[in-house]
């Protein structure tokens, strides 16, 4: 049986915390410790949830399923998960005011508790993953530090595609209250 705090030594992990808003890195180092990495972020201005179209953050224990747009430019444009060739700027900004901008990399999250964010509870579907939570790039004239997204963690683009190359699909990610 593999020894779990030896794992968690040796295992990169997120927290992103909704009261603080806030995402935190920590990265086993050479010597056997952690180095932490906090970002300012902005989830959900619904607040946490987890039922489908309440466009809220979900709480709980989740991972990275899917890491999307490796090596595209910085602030290309997503939509369904697929890069548009849009390179967002002011100008496009401008043309589409009411789009949600999904930016530069998308690291998707699955749920791993059953009923709370993932599957199904007596309210209908409260899958992380179905529901399309992601942490991704945003626009660089969004405000940081308050809950503004329709449900993900939005990060600064180069500061995502920084965390975007530390981790890898199955990384740990637990989003917390406070």
């Known amino acids: 049986m593999p020894n779990l705090k030896i794992f968690e030594k040796i295992t990169p992990k997120i927290i992103v915390n909704i009261a603080k808003q806030t995402l935190t ?34 709480l709980g224990k989740h991972f990275i399923a899917n890491k999307i747009g490796d090596d595209a430019p910085i602030n290309s444009v997503f ?28 690291l998707w999250l699955s749920g791993c508790e059953e009923g709370h964010n993932k599957g199904e509870n007596d309210e ?4 992380t993953y179905q529901r399309y939570i992601y942490i991704h ?29 530390q981790v890898e699909e199955g990384t740990p990610v637990e989003i917390v209250e406070s």
């Not at 410790?33 to 979900?58: L, R, V």
Request: negative net charge; hydrophobic residues 30%.
């Open 79 to 106: 939509v369904g998960r697929v890069a548009t060739g849009e390179i967002y700027d002011e100008q496009l900004g401008k043309e589409y005011p009411e789009r949600d901008w999904i930016l530069s990399r998308i």
């Open 124 to 127: 209908g579907c409260c899958d």
């Open 137 to 165: 790039g945003t626009p660089d004239t969004e405000p940081m530090g308050m809950p503004l997204s329709h449900g993900c963690v939005r990060m600064r683009n180069e500061e995502l595609i920084w965390l975007f190359d």
């Open 25 to 58: 890195l920590s990265l086993p180092n050479a010597q056997g410790d952690c180095d932490t990495h906090e970002f300012i972020i902005s989830t959900a201005k619904n607040g946490i949830g987890s039922q489908e179209g309440s466009g809220c953050t979900p």
